[in-house]
């Protein structure tokens, strides 16, 4: 019971994003995942309620070895703008936009369309002053813009990761990761436009983070084209970030500590952790895992 154990899990997708401090204009995304991130995949898996109590969920040590850091990507994205058929939540909503559909004329020769055809010539826009709402965590928004709202989100592309969750009770893991490969909601890689690829859940194995991510090989690549050499999974050297269970001086921490989850956004506390260089065992266990 007192002996650590790992859950080694793995985080790989055609898109990835991690995002630390990012807001509706602007979407960043960290260099790899997040505690809190990854946390709330797990208690989304797990089924857990928005507003419940992470309990020991939040307790677990968490690591994370960058078998493939993938490469940033921005994505120019656009909210709103063009024309959209009317609804009736629209004109029940807004009376400015009531008034212009009651009084258009439909175009000579015509005959009226029925309702939730017709559309408005540059009226419809994107949400301005965007909040969520206290009850069901949906975006609102308290005033409609006339133009498209522009902004930017980070992504990184082609990215594998191997995470560690240590822990000293393994059913606690266990259960983590039977619930990762039947969750009981969605799962993305940080968010909703990035699902995960293949197998989640690698299994529980004895011992701490940086032994569990010494002895297993990198997680292998996509199959390779004809004639191309493999990309070699053991006796390389990668970049591990193991969390510290005190702080540490002279270490700066990182606000992504999840205390509870909520509609608001939820609420992060510190925590500390340090930068290791893995050197792969030449004797790492491999992988038999759907990519």
């Not at 008034?99 to 439909?106: E, G, H, I, L, N």
């Not at 690829?197 to 690698?202: C, E, M």
């Not at 004639?227 to 002279?250: F, H, K, M, N």
């Amino acid at each position: 019971m007192n002996d650590p154990h790992v859950l080694l899990v793995r985080l790989a997708g055609p898109l990835q994003s991690w995002g630390l401090t990012g807001r509706f204009a602007r979407r960043d995304t960290h260099s790899r995942p997040t505690k809190s991130g990854v946390i709330g995949l797990c208690a989304a898996a797990l089924g857990l309620a928005r507003e419940e109590p992470l309990g020991e969920l939040a307790e677990v040590l968490f690591g994370v070895r960058a078998d493939r850091p993938g490469t940033p990507l921005r994505d120019y994205h656009t909210v709103g703008g063009g024309t959209y058929p009317l609804r009736p939540r629209d004109l029940l909503t807004d009376h400015q936009r009531a008034v212009k559909a009651a009084t258009a004329s439909a175009p000579e020769g015509s005959e009226p369309g029925p309702f939730g055809h017709g559309e408005l010539e540059a009226w419809y826009g994107s949400p301005k002053y965007v909040t969520a709402d206290p009850t069901s965590g949906a975006l609102v928004s308290g005033e409609v813009r006339r133009h498209a709202l522009i902004t930017e989100r980070w992504y990184l592309a082609d990215a594998a990761f191997l995470v560690g969750l240590e822990y000293p009770d393994a059913a606690l893991l266990e259960r983590i990761a039977h619930a990762l490969e039947h969750p009981k909601r969605m799962l993305w890689l940080g968010r909703k436009a990035c699902p995960p690829s293949g197998d989640l859940a690698l299994g529980v194995v004895p011992g701490t983070l940086r032994e569990a991510f010494e002895t297993h090989a990198l997680l292998p690549e996509e199959p390779c084209y004809e004639g191309e050499p493999p990309a070699p999974v053991t006796g390389v050297r990668t970049w591990a970030w193991i969390e510290s269970s005190r702080p540490l001086p002279g270490i700066g921490p990182l606000s992504d500590q999840p205390v509870r989850f909520g509609a608001d956004g939820g609420v992060h506390s510190l925590r500390w952790e340090t930068r290791h260089r893995i050197t792969i065992a030449s004797h790492a266990r491999g992988w038999d895992i759907i990519l």
